[in-house]
């Protein structure tokens, strides 16, 4: 009986080592990705050593996807040449680990690829910020513009009143 027991621990503590081998690691899934999309070595350290991935990247897949979805959702709202929204909208916390990386390597990958969409999250903020400045100005010349043809047309009734 004492043996038997023994024997149990022991075989306990290799089960669990065999079911962490065989859990998906979602952070070294999402970098095989990007490295098969050609995301360069820079751009690839900013994953890796960003804050977000860093400390996620031995926990269980349950742990991951969120820190994830959170990274790519900042790197993808700061691509300036692109709405991201639908693709932002696939980072999702439901359904299983297969069907997420399935979502990811089908949609939001491309995307980065697409749109060469930055890790450099300062660089992003700057980028964003002035693509923000330039929406400004261009709304304040509009509006301008918009009053300009406004005071024209006032004018304009005023003297067709004045003349009648």
């Not at 995301?39 to 926990?59: A, P, S, T, W």
């Not at 903020?125 to 043809?149: G, H, I, P, W």
Request: charged fraction near 35%; aromatic fraction near 8%.
């Amino acid at each position: 009986m004492e043996n038997e027991q023994e024997l149990q621990e022991q075989d306990v503590p290799s089960i669990q080592e065999d079911a962490k081998k065989e859990e998906l690691n979602l952070v070294n899934e999402i970098r095989q990705s990007l490295v098969e999309s050609g995301v360069n070595q820079e751009e690839l350290g900013k994953f890796d050593n960003h804050i977000l991935i860093k400390y996620v990247k031995e926990l269980p897949p349950a742990s991951q996807r969120a820190p994830i979805n959170t990274f790519f959702n900042i790197a993808l709202q700061g691509c300036a040449q692109a709405d991201t929204r639908e693709t932002r909208f696939c980072l999702v916390e439901d359904g299983t680990d297969e069907d997420w990386l399935k979502i990811m390597r089908g949609k939001v990958i491309p995307t980065l690829d697409t749109y060469q969409v930055s890790f450099d999250f300062q660089k992003t903020r700057v980028e964003y910020k002035d693509k923000v400045k330039q929406y400004e100005e261009s709304l304040a010349k509009k509006t301008q513009e918009a009053q300009k043809f406004i005071d024209e047309l006032d004018e304009k009734e005023k003297s067709d009143s004045t003349e009648e």
